[in-house]
């Protein structure tokens, strides 16, 4: 059969009306290809000049300091660097999209033992030995070590899409700072804060140096338990209750005993005496031998000691030991000195015997115990970890595998004693304990107490360091808060400030000692002399120099020490507000440090001693804290257990942008999860964020200013979703004046995949492809179209940088960039919570309808929703609350039938009205035929006999167009 115009096919038709339909046109592709594209826009950047543009335009502006704690300039990035950059980063970021001049100056932290130990670690494949090489070429080594390794991170950061001044970027190495890092040394030296004491201090046998309490990490460790039996040689009770008897104690470090100066009791502890009626297989102690332990302590004393029976003979107070003395178990083996008993307030009954011996050297409780009582601090321990040459019995043998050896002496003096009838002396028992035991986190060995001479940094006294720390952080806001806690506990109960270590790439502790006096000298100028040298020669002018090119005239080198410990890389660290800050553009304090939970004991505290202790202010205004990174099964990230996520492999498979977006996604408060799972998922995530907003640049093509519909012009759907826009304009805001981040990008997601793809997308579908240009409801749709693009293109720009330059560039073009723009001022009246509230509800019967329309579809009643219509009934208070509701527009079917049943109750809403509830919305087959347009079916279609196979809107559209064309 031949068609003829008045019988149209209705194929023919849809092509025919195929290009009178406003279909989205957009050049911003559906897949990202960030792997590839991401280097392109770093690239067009800097060739554009992007970051002298944002300098030019940050002049007048109030200004944000964001302080860099700096990295360590050794090895290849890794996801917890990743993190912490691009936290800082996003945040540096809306500070300036806010209004603020953001200067950003990146750092690194070049000094210090793993540097050193990288470059032995040549030496000894080379087979070299290091201590021959000559310090200034070791530390030329070290340099170049770091430098290289500063270059790689450099480019690894910038590649992640971090922001910064990186031609201007600070180092710890660099002459300048090292001269300002003396000079601070300085200001502690002339302020009387520095002094030289002996106390033991954490110290690494396998590194030769002191450590920092931020340089130890705890892991579970295999120890050698004893118990010690020293005899009482004086008695002072007055019913010599200790006669013949002997103090028992226990200790966890067997190598501590030849170090052992004195006991140590509770004043507030009972003690007993207790007779040894009977033993078991294996036990040391004869019946009828008497010990002192305490009464608390009696029952897990004779299961460690193996002694089946035994009867108490007297019961005494701890303060009844005062006075008492004590034999060395290795006494007539070069141990002959006396061991007082001291009262000591930190001796519990929480383990072991209620007695604790005291090594002085290797206790900080001991040191302090014995140095008030007078008691020497012997020098037992080298810095190898190997017993003196004058260490009698044990001199050579290494602290760590003195256990046998201790044991073995105290076991032959227990059988002499037993042997002889003399009180118990030497080893009672020995057993095993795995308890957390603390490691350098650098060569992961475990460390010891050792009291050596150290360089310090004073906490009381006159400078009153502790308190004026103290008080300067009830100014400090933190994020989270109960991180305060955390900090004030630890600056509150910290020993003196350790800042001296035993190596030599770093900046020494430039000064010097008077041999006669033991004083160190305090000179003003001759520590200008010494600042002035490092600031044109670097530190290694220390080493270079004679002596007298800084003491000056009228004074003798021969005279003084020239002390060539280097200082702690936590004091470099914590000094950097002094070369960094300060400057245009750089506040002082600054606004805001942001670092790991770790750095409450690093960065943050040494931060914050060094700036009160020089200048008595906190170098912050706020500290905030990501927790650590670990896999998807919430273990530590290993090579061993394979489950390490390095950035450089997410930027290479899937793109900075996915990264940066796992970061904003997370809850960086806590510990944070990432693996192939997690980053799949964040993947997915960033999918639908481009989705929105390709469909909202493909919705936009040709707009222009003149389409633009004044706020009260807007139909209250497009105001909605202009309300929910001031919401999230307000939580960004509130994000970037607080520092809390964690929840803002997911519900920026949040709104992109529910408010708008689902919802409001969804509906105005037919607005924007089928109704005409100059038509009210198309314009208002793409005013707010235009108005979604702009937030959500800046919203997005601190986290996914690339991206949205790209949307924003496919937009307006490569002439200006996102980076450039202003988040978008939320204008009062878009904020309008009774609207919301209604259109709360208005969903809501939307998703019942919707769910109505799913059945049908499933049961094969309809294919698309357009193929329904739909039956509401309404009481007449829903009825009324829901007026001006287009119910066919919100469900996308053809035609919505409301009927008001004036006897129901309502079902929507909270009302008192009486009657029974009304039923659910009744779907059917629409009635009439389906416009090969819009796809609507309705009776009008075909009625206009101009355009046959259309409804009357869609004829409408397309006579105007041809009109136009015409014209």
């Known amino acids: 059969m031949t068609k003829t115009a008045s019988d149209p096919d209705k194929t023919d038709l849809a092509d025919q009306y195929r290009d009178t339909v406003f279909l989205p046109r957009t050049s911003f592709p559906m897949r990202g290809g960030l792997p590839t594209q991401e280097p392109e826009w770093l690239k067009h950047w800097q060739e554009s000049g992007l970051d002298a543009r944002l300098a030019e335009q940050a002049q007048g502006r109030p200004v944000f300091t964001l302080h860099d704690g700096p990295p360590y300039a050794n090895g290849n990035l890794h996801i917890g660097h990743a993190l912490n950059k691009i936290n800082k980063d996003v945040i540096n970021r809306a500070h300036r999209m806010a209004g603020y001049a953001v200067r950003y100056v990146p750092g690194w932290d070049c000094h210090g033992l793993p540097i050193e130990w990288k470059v032995e670690e040549g030496y000894r494949k080379a087979k070299r030995d290091k201590d021959t090489v000559p310090v200034l070429e070791f530390r030329a080594e070290c340099r170049a070590y770091a430098g290289h390794w500063l270059g790689v991170q450099m480019e690894e950061f910038q590649r992640l899409g971090v922001q910064g001044e990186w031609h201007n970027r600070y180092a710890t190495m660099d002459f300048s700072s090292e001269a300002a890092i003396v000079e601070e040394i300085g200001r502690f030296l002339l302020n009387g804060g520095l002094y030289r004491g002996l106390r033991p201090v954490m110290w690494s046998p396998v590194e030769k140096t002191a450590l920092a309490e931020a340089e130890i990490e705890y892991h579970d460790h295999t120890s050698t338990t004893i118990l010690v039996a020293f005899p009482v040689i004086h008695d002072p009770t007055p019913l010599h209750a200790l006669t013949d008897v002997s103090v028992v104690i226990w200790t966890t470090t067997p190598w501590t005993i030849p170090g052992n100066r004195a006991l140590a009791f509770g004043p507030d502890i009972t003690y007993v005496v207790l007779r040894v009626d009977e033993t078991g297989e294996g036990a ?159 060569s992961r060995a475990p460390i010891i107490y050792r009291a050596t001479p150290q360089w310090f940094i004073r906490m009381d006294g006159d400078s009153a360091l502790r308190e004026k720390a103290l008080e300067a952080l009830e100014d400090v806001t933190f994020v989270p808060a109960q991180a305060r806690n955390r900090l004030t506990s630890m600056v509150r109960t910290r020993p003196d400030w350790c800042i001296s270590r035993q190596r030599a790439w770093g900046v020494p502790i430039a000064v010097f000692v008077e041999k006669r006096t033991g ?131 997410v930027n290479d498979s899937l793109g900075a942008d996915v990264l940066r977006l796992w970061v904003m996604n997370s809850d960086t408060n806590d510990d944070l999860r990432i693996g192939k799972e997690i980053l799949k998922q964040q993947g997915e995530l960033y999918r639908r964020l481009r989705n929105t907003l390709r469909w909202l640049l493909g919705g936009l093509d040709g707009f222009n200013e003149a389409e633009t519909l004044p706020y009260e012009q807007l139909p209250e759907l497009e105001r909605w979703v202009l309300h929910r826009l001031s919401e999230l304009g307000g939580l960004v805001a509130r994000a970037v004046e607080t520092h809390e981040w964690v929840g803002v990008y997911p519900a920026l997601h949040g709104f992109c995949t529910t408010d708008l793809s689902a919802f409001y997308f969804d509906i105005r579908k037919d607005t924007l492809y089928c109704d005409g240009p100059a038509t009210p409801t198309r314009r208002a749709v793409r005013t707010v179209l235009d108005i979604l693009h702009r937030c959500l293109s800046t919203w997005l720009a601190p986290v996914l940088v690339f991206t949205a330059e790209e949307a924003w560039c496919a937009r307006f073009g490569r002439e200006n960039s996102v980076h450039e723009q202003a988040f978008m001022d939320m204008p009062v009246e878009w904020n309008d919570p009774a609207l919301e509230e209604r259109w709360t509800r208005v969903r809501a019967v939307r998703r019942v309808i919707t769910t109505e329309i799913e059945g049908a579809r499933r049961s094969g009643q309809i294919g698309s929703s357009l193929q329904a219509q739909v039956e509401l009934t309404l009481s007449e208070e829903e009825a009324a609350l829901f007026a001006g509701v287009d119910w066919a527009e919100l469900a996308i079917v053809s035609y919505v039938d409301v009927v008001i049943d004036p006897t129901s109750s309502s079902v929507y809403v909270d009302a008192d009205e009486g009657g029974t509830l009304h039923g659910a919305p009744v779907v059917s087959v629409a009635a009439g035929e389906k416009c090969v347009r819009c796809w609507k079916v309705l009776p009008e279609t075909g009625a206009d006999p101009e355009h046959p196979g259309l409804c009357l809107r869609c004829a409408s559209v397309v006579a105007d167009s041809k009109g136009l064309e015409r014209a």
């Open 519 to 649: 004083e160190v000298l305090r000179d003003a100028e001759v520590m200008n002399r010494v600042v002035e040298a490092f600031r044109s020669e670097g530190a290694d002018a220390w080493y270079s120099a004679p002596p007298e090119r800084f003491l000056g005239e009228g004074r003798n080198p021969d005279d003084y020490e020239q002390v060539f410990d280097i200082v702690d890389v936590w004091f470099e660290s914590g000094s950097t507000h002094s070369f960094v800050l300060g400057r245009p553009g750089l506040s002082f304090p600054a606004d805001l440090y942001l670092e790991g939970s770790d750095q409450h004991r690093g960065w943050f505290q040494s931060s914050l001693l060094e700036s009160v202790g020089t200048r008595g202010v906190a170098p912050f205004r706020a500290l905030v804290t990501n927790g650590f990174v670990l896999d998807e099964h919430g273990r530590k990230m290993s090579k061993s257990l394979g489950n390490v996520v390095a950035p450089q492999d």
């Open 284 to 442: 040391t102690l004869v019946p009828g031998a008497k010990v002192l332990v305490a009464e608390a302590l009696v029952d897990s004393f004779c299961r460690e000691a193996k002694v089946e029976a035994h009867h108490i003979v007297y019961t005494l107070p701890g303060s009844a030991l005062e006075g008492a003395i004590c034999a060395h178990p290795l006494r007539g083996a070069g141990y002959d000195f006396d061991v007082p008993m001291l009262p000591g307030e930190f001796v519990t009954t929480e383990a072991g015997t209620g007695l604790v011996h005291q090594a002085p050297a290797h206790g900080e409780d001991d040191f302090q115990l014995c140095r008030a009582y007078g008691i020497e601090v012997p020098e037992v321990v080298l810095a190898d970890g190997t017993y003196a040459p004058w260490v009698q019995g044990f001199a050579g043998v290494h602290v760590f595998k003195a256990a046998d050896v201790v044991c073995e002496a105290l076991a032959g003096v227990m059988e002499r004693a037993n042997s002889t009838g003399a009180a118990p002396s030497g080893l009672v028992g020995r057993g095993q304990i795995v308890h957390s035991y603390p490691h350098s986190w650098r």
